[in-house]
């Protein structure tokens, strides 16, 4: 079984469905709702496990609820987030996605500018431990970091 380090964004998606995209200052409803896990490195992380590979995450959340529902799915589908770091006081990211009848999507992101940058807690020893690498462009410093063995 392959162990890929896959390493980056770990976003929370609010996904609402309506009949048409939004425009102007009025209010829409949705005809449809739910609420998934995102980002590159995270997904890439579920469907590694999902074909049977051992995925582990390597990135930045803050130490909310939405922290908590974002780890809670990915161990759900078996990825290890033993190398999620929590940081205190910081907000994790978040996404309204928006999808009209046509598919076309209209996404509001909010990633916490005050999440700290620095990836000194990944060392050489933790991805050699890999078998490759997955690095997203969310978080350059984290990806430079593992991808440096």
Same mark, same amino acid.
């Given at each position: /079984?392959?162990?890929? /380090?896959?390493?980056?964004?770990?976003?929370?998606?609010?996904?609402?469905?309506?009949?048409?995209?939004?425009?102007?200052?009025?209010?829409?409803?949705?005809?449809?709702?739910?609420?998934?896990?995102?980002?590159?490195?995270?997904? *890439? +992380?579920?469907?590694?496990?999902?074909?049977?590979?051992?995925?582990?995450?390597?990135?930045?959340?803050?130490?909310? *609820?939405?922290?908590?529902?974002?780890? +809670?799915?990915?161990?759900?589908?078996?990825?290890?987030?033993?190398? &999620?770091?929590?940081?205190?006081?910081?907000?994790?990211?978040?996404?309204? &996605?928006?999808?009209?009848?046509?598919?076309?999507?209209?996404?509001?992101?909010?990633?916490?500018?005050?999440?700290?940058?620095?990836?000194?807690?990944?060392?050489?020893?933790?991805?050699?431990?890999?078998?490759?690498?997955?690095?997203?462009?969310?978080?350059?410093?984290?990806?430079?970091?593992?991808? +440096?063995?």
């Amino acid at each position: /079984m392959a162990r890929i /380090m896959c390493v980056g964004h770990a976003v929370q998606d609010y996904v609402f469905s309506t009949s048409e995209l939004p425009s102007g200052g009025r209010k829409f409803r949705a005809a449809d709702f739910s609420s998934a896990g995102g980002g590159p490195a995270a997904t *890439a +992380a579920v469907t590694i496990a999902k074909m049977g590979g051992e995925a582990h995450l390597i990135a930045r959340v803050g130490d909310d *609820a939405v922290a908590d529902a974002i780890i +809670a799915e990915l161990q759900s589908y078996g990825v290890d987030c033993t190398l &999620v770091r929590r940081f205190p006081g910081r907000k994790s990211s978040v996404s309204s &996605v928006i999808v009209d009848d046509d598919g076309e999507r209209m996404i509001v992101n909010y990633r916490d500018d005050w999440m700290p940058a620095d990836a000194d807690w990944i060392t050489n020893d933790i991805a050699a431990k890999a078998d490759a690498v997955l690095a997203d462009t969310r978080w350059t410093e984290g990806a430079a970091a593992a991808l +440096a063995v």
